[in-house]
């Protein structure tokens, strides 16, 4: 077995599950992952919000919301996680791992 591959594969893995919620814009405010419960609370402020996942730099959905409006993450009753929004959901894939929402 080559170990120099296989070492170049695990930090280039790190790396990249590192980089998820740093490199996209905005300041986190809630935070899903495999094992989080529910989450949800209010906008801490007005704001432009943007739903990420760990690996995309593209938000997911963009909203704009007012200080004390409903936001996190809840999970559904098959494991997947759901972002709640003012009155709406958006249920991801069962196979997303981590989401992020941030203000700008």
Do not use: H
Request: proline share 4%; hydrophobic share 30%.
């Amino acid at each position: 077995m080559n170990y120099s591959r296989l070492a170049y594969a695990t930090v280039l893995g790190l790396v990249l599950f590192a980089s998820g919620c740093g490199s996209q814009k905005g300041k986190t405010v809630f935070t899903a992952g495999p094992n989080s419960g529910t989450n949800v609370g209010t906008a801490p402020q007005d704001g432009t919000y943007l739903l990420y996942t760990a690996m995309s730099p593209n938000p997911t959905v963009t909203v704009k919301l007012k200080e004390g409006d409903k936001l996190g993450f809840q999970k559904t009753s098959d494991g997947r996680i759901e972002a709640v929004y003012d009155d709406k959901t958006y249920d991801f894939d069962k196979g997303t791992a981590q989401a992020y929402w941030k203000v700008e």
